[in-house]
């Protein structure tokens, strides 16, 4: 399949749709999950148009997987998870639902599971309060 320009998270980065940004950079950018499997859920992508892995060039590969660490810490240090799960999927089959290629941060809590994957829609002052918690933790 080729790269859709119109994918949703495209839209994000070019500022025609509205995200809790969390980072924004010259190869990469992060905002929050609308829809968390757990509070703190975190997108990062790359500004490079790419549908998956396989298309992603190797540079851009090695910004997003070192962008995605230090959010990762971020979030640790912003909101103390007992754990906390990277996830990137690749194709329909695999589960993925936005053709842009994504690290998923989710943080992971004493003894609560996951909501379903991008099903239910998180209240919007949380992401904000959520997104301005993990920028504090971003900032030098
Ligand atoms: P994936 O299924 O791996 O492609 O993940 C896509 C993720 O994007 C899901 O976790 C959705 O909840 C999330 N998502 C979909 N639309 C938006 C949006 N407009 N803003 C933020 N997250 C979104």
């Known amino acids: 399949m080729a790269y859709?320009?119109?994918?949703?998270?495209?839209?994000?980065?070019r500022g025609e749709a509205n995200a809790h940004v969390v980072l924004d950079e010259e190869h990469c950018f992060a905002f929050m999950d609308l829809m968390p499997q757990s509070p703190g859920h975190t997108l990062i992508i790359p500004r490079e148009p790419a549908e998956n892995i396989f298309d992603?060039?190797?540079?851009?590969?090695?910004?997003?997987t070192a962008t995605t660490r230090r959010v990762a810490r971020a979030v640790k240090t912003a909101l103390n998870p007992a754990g906390l799960m990277i996830a990137?999927?690749?194709?329909?089959?695999?589960?993925?639902?936005?053709?842009?290629?994504?690290?998923h941060?989710?943080?992971?809590?004493?003894?609560?599971?996951?909501?379903?994957?991008?099903?239910?829609?998180?209240?919007?002052?949380?992401?904000?309060?959520?997104?301005?918690?993990?920028r504090?933790?971003?900032?030098p």
């Open 56 to 64: 992603l060039s190797d540079e851009g590969l090695a910004h997003l």
């Open 105 to 134: 941060v989710i943080p992971r809590y004493a003894g609560e599971g996951l909501t379903f994957h991008a099903r239910t829609m998180a209240d919007a002052d949380e992401l904000a309060a959520n997104a301005a918690r993990i």
């Open 4 to 13: 859709d320009p119109d994918n949703i998270f495209a839209k994000i980065l």
């Open 88 to 103: 990137q999927l690749n194709g329909v089959d695999a589960g993925q639902t936005v053709f842009h290629i994504h690290f």
């Open 136 to 139: 504090a933790a971003l900032a």
